[in-house]
C-alpha cells in the first residue's frame, strides 16, 4: 500500500508521513547494554522513518529468545505478536493473509530460526512471504545463559560448555539452498549498512533474509570468535557500499556516478544502489552468491553486504487469486446466500 | 469347482429377511473395489431403503485386506454390528476366515476359480464367474482387475433384488456423467445379472425391497459435511496437514471453496488453503489467521493434535479464535490409523501445559457435523478461543444417509472485534481507554483490534508471557491471576453459547444413558433393544463441554447414568465426575475401544451385566 505523503506543513524533523523519528519507537530496550540487537532495532526505527513507512502499516513478529523480545524496542504504533520458539513463520504467515497490504517485520535469533525452527524459517523461505526476516545472529543462547546455538562455530569456547565440536549452520547458504530471493549479511556494529539492507528488505516484493552478526556482550563475545564485535570490526568484507532509494525518489538516483555501481530495481520501482568494491560482484547470480559464501567460510572472513536478490519472484500473494484486504470482507460476502443450499444438497448424492 | 452347497432353508419364501440384514464385501485394498461397494450402496439408497456403509480398512495402500460392510434396516439402525449375513469373498487370502464369519443360514458369494473348500453345510454359497465374465467384457486390459468388482455388483444384485436402474443412477453419479466409464463399468453389472439369473437358484432369505425412508435424504460422509459446514460458516483460512482419517476434510474444503466462495463479481477468492509443512506449522497458520481476524482453521487427527498442543496453549492464553477440526482415529501413538475412536477428548479439553480447558464441539452425524462447521466459528470469534470439534474415522470418512442440510439460522456472530469506527466510540464511551484484556462486560470477554486496523490506538502487542490487561510484560502476580481467572471466568460463558445437549425422556425410565458423537448411532437402537426387555431409559446426548445446565439437570434427576463411550477408559464419565463431583458415584463407565465403533448389542449387554451386578 503507498503510503499518504502529507502535504499540509510538517512537524519539525518528520518524514513525508508527518511522523518524527520519535515515533517509530519502542519500549526501552530491556537487553544487556552493548547487545547488538539494541544497535538493530535503533536501525529499524530509522529505516522505517527514512521510508516514510506508517507504523499502522506495519506488523510485527517474533519467536523465542532475546532476540525475539526486540519488537517492543521498536514500532508501538504497530501490531505485534510474539509467537512460539522457532514458530513465527507460520504465525506470520498466516496473520498476513488477513491484510496483504500490510508490511511484516520478524525478529528471530540463530537458536529460533537455526535449531528448532530451522524447518519453519526454509518452509517461509521456500514460499517466499513477503517479509522481513531479521536473524538477530550471535552464536548463542542469551536467555537460557549461554548454550550453543547452530551457528556457533567449531571449536568455540564457553564458560560452562566446553568446546563446540561442530561445524556451524549457515543461514544465508540455508536460505539460498530454499530458493530465497533476497539474501543479506550484515553486522550490527555496521549500523548505515544494516539500515540500508532494512530499507531495501522492505521494499523486496518476497522474503528477505538478513543474517545479522549480532554480538553477545554477556556469553559470547571472544575477541577471535566470528559473533564478536572485535571479529566484525577486523575481518568485515563488504560486497558493496549499499544505498537504498524508495520509488519515490528515483530521481535522485542521476546524483551518483554510473561507473562505479551497480543498481537492482525493486518490483515497486525502487532501487538497490551498490557501489562496487574490490570484486565485481553480481547480487543477481545464485551461483555467485554460493560462491562468496564458500569462499568467505574457506578464509574466514565476515562478508556482509547484499549477497542474493531476485526481484522479479513471484511472491506469495501473487499463488492466491485475492485482491482484498481478507479481513474486512464483510459476513455477507462469506456466507453463501440461501438459494445456494439446493446447488449444495445436489451435490450430494 | 467347489459346486453351491445345497440350501438349508427349504422354504425360503417363509423365511424371508427383508431390509435388514448386513452385506461384507472382502477384497484387497487398492483393487477398485471401493466404486463397487459405494455403488450397491447408493443403488439400496435409490431404492429408498436406510442404508449405511463402513470401511474397514488397513493402513497401506495395495494389498492388504479390507472389508466393507453395508448394513440395510427397515427401522432405520444404521450402527454397525457385527453378525455378518451375506459375504462377497473376493480375497482369496481371508477366504477360510470369511466363511467362518457368516452367520448360520449365511450366504456367501464367491470367484470360481478360487480352488477352497466350502467347510460349512449351514450357508449358502453362489460361485461367480469372475475371469469368464472380465474376460469377455470389452474393457482395455489395463482396466480388467478393476472391473472385475463390479462382476459381484451384479450377481448380488440380482441374487438379492438390487434395481439395476438404479445402480445406472449410481454410477452416473460416481463417474460424474462420464459415459463411456458408466457404461462399460454397467454393462459388466448387467452381464453379471443375467449369467446370475440364469444360472444360479436362489436358496437364501434375504432380499431388498423398495421403501419410501429416504426420500428428502441425501449422502455425504462427515469430512464433507465437515467442509461445506465451515463454508457456510465464512472460513477464510485453512491450513492444514495430511493425515488420516483427516486429509479429506480438507480435500473436501478444496472442492466446496473454489464452487461457492468466489465472489461473483470480482472472481477472486474470499478464502485462502494452505498445505503446511506439518502439524505444527497448520496450527501456527491459523492462529496467526484468527489473530488477524480471519475466520481460521485446521483439521488434523490425533497425532497432529499431540504436535498442536504448544500453540494451542498460546491461542487460549492469548485469547485468539481459531477452529480445530479433530477427526479421531486409535491412539496413543501411531495407534490404528485406519481405525475408529472417541479416544480424543480428555486430551483436547485440557491440552496445554499450565491451567487451561478448551471448548469443545462433538457432532454425532452429518448434519451436525455441517451444523457445527459453521457455528464453531462464531463460537470461537464470540469467545476468542480456540474450538474443538471432535469427529471421528466412522464419521469423517464412512458415507451416511442424512437428512439434507439446512441453511444456518443464524446470523453471523463476528463477537467483539472493533475497527477503526467501533474503536473510536468506545474509547468515547469508556473516558478514553481500551485495553485488549480488560473485560468491561463482565463476562470474561473483552474487545479486540486486529492487524490491518489503522487507527493509531488500535495496535497492541500480543505475547504469550505474562501481560497485564493492556497486554504489557508483566511478572506482577495480581496481572497474573487476574487474567488467569478472567479465561476460567469466560470458559463459564463459553456454556451459554456452546450447542445444548440432545435429550430423551420416556415414562417410567430405570436409569440414564449419556452418550456423545458417533456412539448414538449404537446408543439409539441399544434402547431400542433393551425397550424391548421392558427396559426403558433416559438418553443424554452430549453435544459439547463445557457441559450446560441440561446436563447437570439430567445427572441430577437419575440415580444411575451409564456412560457409554468409544475409548478404553471412559473419558466422557471422567469429564463428568470431574465436573459434578457431588454425583460422582452416579456414572457407570460402558467403554470399550477395539478399533470398531461399538454395536447395540454389545452395549445392552454391557449394561445389563452392570444391571445383575
Not at chain 2, 445406472?168 to 454397467?186: E, M, P, R, T, V
Request: hydrophobic fraction near 40%; include cysteine.
Amino acid at each position: 500500500m503507498a503510503e499518504q505523503i502529507l502535504t499540509t506543513p510538517r512537524p519539525a524533523g518528520a518524514n513525508l508521513v508527518g511522523l518524527t523519528r520519535n515515533e517509530y519507537k519502542g519500549l526501552a530496550s530491556t537487553l544487556c547494554q552493548g547487545c547488538g540487537h539494541n544497535s538493530i532495532a535503533n536501525q529499524i526505527v530509522a529505516a522505517c522513518y527514512e521510508l516514510n513507512l506508517v507504523p499502522e502499516n506495519v506488523v510485527k513478529f517474533s519467536g523465542i529468545g532475546c532476540s525475539s523480545k526486540s519488537p517492543t524496542y521498536f514500532l508501538s504504533r504497530s501490531f505485534g505478536f510474539n509467537g512460539l520458539h522457532g514458530r513465527m513463520p507460520s504465525l506470520a504467515l498466516g496473520a498476513m493473509f488477513g491484510d496483504t497490504t500490510l508490511k511484516a517485520i520478524g525478529v528471530s535469533g540463530d537458536g529460533d530460526t537455526a535449531s528448532i525452527g530451522m524447518g519453519q524459517f526454509k518452509h517461509m523461505v521456500r514460499r517466499n512471504l513477503p517479509f522481513v526476516y531479521i536473524v538477530e545472529n550471535n552464536g548463542v543462547y542469551g536467555l537460557t545463559k549461554g548454550q550453543f546455538s547452530a551457528t556457533a562455530e567449531k571449536g568455540l569456547m564457553l564458560k560452562k560448555q566446553g568446546v563446540n565440536p561442530f561445524l556451524p549452520v549457515d543461514i544465508c547458504l540455508e536460505a539460498l539452498a530454499s530458493n530465497a530471493t533476497f539474501v543479506a549479511r550484515s553486522f550490527a556494529g555496521d549500523p548505515k549498512q544494516v539500515k540500508e539492507l532494512i530499507k531495501a528488505a522492505f521494499s523486496h516484493h518476497g522474503i528477505a533474509v538478513l543474517d545479522i552478526i549480532s554480538p553477545c556482550v554477556t556469553f559470547h563475545n571472544h575477541d577471535d570468535s566470528i559473533h564478536s564485535y572485535a571479529f566484525g570490526k577486523e575481518h568485515e568484507m563488504p560486497l558493496q557500499d549499499i544505498s537504498f532509494i524508495p520509488a519515490r525518489d528515483e530521481i535522485t538516483i542521476e546524483d551518483y556516478d554510473p561507473g562505479s555501481q551497480r543498481e537492482v530495481e525493486m518490483h515497486d520501482g525502487s532501487v538497490v544502489v551498490l557501489k562496487k568494491l574490490d570484486k565485481d560482484y553480481d547480487p543477481t547470480k545464485r551461483s555467485e552468491a554460493y560462491r562468496v559464501l564458500e569462499e568467505a567460510q574457506t578464509n574466514n572472513w565476515l562478508v556482509t553486504g547484499l549477497i542474493y536478490i531476485n526481484p522479479e519472484a513471484p511472491s506469495l500473494y501473487e499463488t492466491y487469486n485475492i485482491d482484498e484486504q481478507l479481513n474486512r470482507v464483510p459476513a455477507e460476502r462469506l456466507r453463501p446466500a440461501p438459494e445456494s443450499m439446493a446447488q449444495l444438497n445436489d451435490l450430494l448424492f | 469347482m467347489t459346486l453351491p452347497q445345497p440350501a438349508p432353508i427349504m422354504d425360503i419364501e417363509k423365511q424371508r429377511v427383508v431390509n435388514d440384514f448386513c452385506i461384507t464385501f472382502s477384497t484387497v485394498n487398492g483393487s477398485g473395489s471401493a466404486t463397487s461397494n459405494t455403488t450397491i450402496m447408493r443403488a439400496l439408497f435409490r431404492m429408498g431403503i436406510p442404508v449405511s456403509g463402513k470401511n474397514i480398512f488397513p493402513s497401506n495402500i495395495q494389498g492388504l485386506p479390507t472389508w466393507y460392510t453395508i448394513r440395510v434396516n427397515k427401522d432405520g439402525y444404521l450402527g454397525r454390528v457385527d453378525e455378518r449375513h451375506i459375504v462377497v469373498a473376493m480375497n482369496v487370502n481371508t477366504f477360510a476366515r470369511d466363511l467362518e464369519s457368516l452367520v448360520p443360514g449365511g450366504v456367501f458369494f464367491y470367484p470360481d476359480d478360487v480352488k477352497l473348500p466350502i467347510t460349512r453345510q449351514d450357508i449358502t454359497a453362489y460361485p461367480m464367474p469372475v475371469k469368464k465374465l472380465t474376460r469377455e467384457s470389452d474393457v482395455a486390459q489395463n482396466l480388467k482387475d478393476y472391473i472385475a468388482n463390479m462382476v459381484y455388483v451384479g450377481v448380488l444384485a440380482q441374487m438379492i433384488g438390487i434395481d439395476l436402474q438404479k445402480i445406472y443412477q449410481a454410477l452416473d453419479y460416481h463417474f460424474k456423467g462420464k459415459a463411456k466409464a458408466i457404461d462399460s463399468n454397467f454393462s459388466v453389472i448387467k452381464a453379471a445379472a443375467d449369467w446370475a439369473a440364469s444360472n444360479l437358484v436362489k436358496t437364501d432369505p434375504y432380499y431388498v425391497e423398495p421403501m419410501n425412508a429416504t426420500e428428502g435424504f441425501v449422502m455425504t460422509d462427515g469430512n464433507a459435511a465437515a467442509a461445506l459446514g465451515a463454508v457456510y460458516g465464512g472460513v477464510q483460512f485453512l491450513a492444514w496437514y495430511p493425515i488420516t482419517p483427516a486429509s479429506s476434510l480438507a480435500e473436501s474444503l478444496n472442492e466446496f471453496l473454489p464452487m461457492f466462495r468466489k465472489d461473483p463479481v470480482t472472481g477472486k477468492d474470499t478464502y485462502v488453503v494452505v498445505q503446511a509443512e506439518d502439524e505444527l506449522a497448520a496450527i501456527g497458520m491459523s492462529v496467526g489467521a484468527g489473530w488477524s481476524g480471519l475466520r481460521s482453521m485446521t483439521s488434523t487427527s490425533g497425532p497432529g493434535i499431540s504436535l498442536m498442543s504448544e500453540y494451542l496453549g498460546l491461542a487460549y492464553f492469548t485469547e485468539v479464535p481459531v477452529v480445530v477440526w479433530d477427526v479421531q482415529r486409535v491412539g496413543p501413538s501411531t495407534g490404528l490409523p485406519t481405525r475408529t475412536s472417541q479416544g480424543d477428548l480428555t486430551q483436547v479439553y485440557f491440552h496445554s501445559h499450565g491451567d487451561a480447558q478448551f471448548v469443545i464441539l462433538i457432532p454425532s452425524s452429518m448434519k451436525e457435523c455441517f451444523e457445527f462447521g459453521w457455528k464453531a466459528f462464531d463460537i470461537a470469534e464470540r469467545l476468542q478461543t480456540p474450538v474443538m470439534v471432535l469427529s471421528d474415522l466412522d464419521l469423517g470418512m464412512n458415507q451416511w444417509m442424512s437428512e439434507k442440510f439446512d441453511y444456518p439460522d443464524q446470523p453471523m456472530d463476528r463477537g467483539k472485534i472493533l475497527w477503526e469506527d467501533d474503536l473510536e466510540a468506545f474509547l468515547q464511551n469508556h473516558n478514553g481507554v481500551w485495553g485488549r484484556y480488560q473485560d468491561v462486560d463482565g463476562d470474561g470477554i473483552a474487545y479486540r483490534t486486529v492487524a490491518g486496523n489503522r487507527h493509531p490506538r488500535a495496535a497492541y502487542f500480543t505475547r504469550g508471557t505474562g501481560h497485564d490487561e493492556f497486554s504489557r510484560y508483566s511478572e506482577e502476580a495480581p496481572n497474573w491471576e487476574k487474567g488467569l481467572d478472567r479465561l476460567a471466568q469466560k470458559f463459564q460463558t463459553a456454556r451459554q453459547y456452546v450447542p445444548k445437549p440432545v435429550v430423551s425422556c420416556v415414562d417410567c425410565a430405570k436409569f440414564g444413558i449419556i452418550s456423545m458423537g458417533s456412539t448414538d448411532l449404537a446408543v439409539k437402537e441399544a434402547r431400542n433393544l433393551l425397550e424391548k426387555e421392558n427396559i426403558p431409559t433416559d438418553y443424554l446426548r452430549v453435544c459439547a463441554v463445557p457441559f450446560t445446565d441440561e446436563v447437570k439437570e439430567f445427572v441430577a434427576n437419575h440415580e444411575k447414568v451409564y456412560v457409554v463411550e468409544t475409548n478404553r477408559d471412559g473419558q466422557l464419565r471422567q469429564l463428568l465426575t470431574l465436573e459434578y463431583p457431588e454425583f460422582a458415584t452416579r456414572f457407570i463407565k460402558i467403554s470399550h475401544l477395539d478399533g470398531l465403533s461399538l454395536t447395540a448389542k454389545w452395549i445392552k449387554q454391557a449394561i445389563l451385566a452392570e444391571e445383575e451386578k
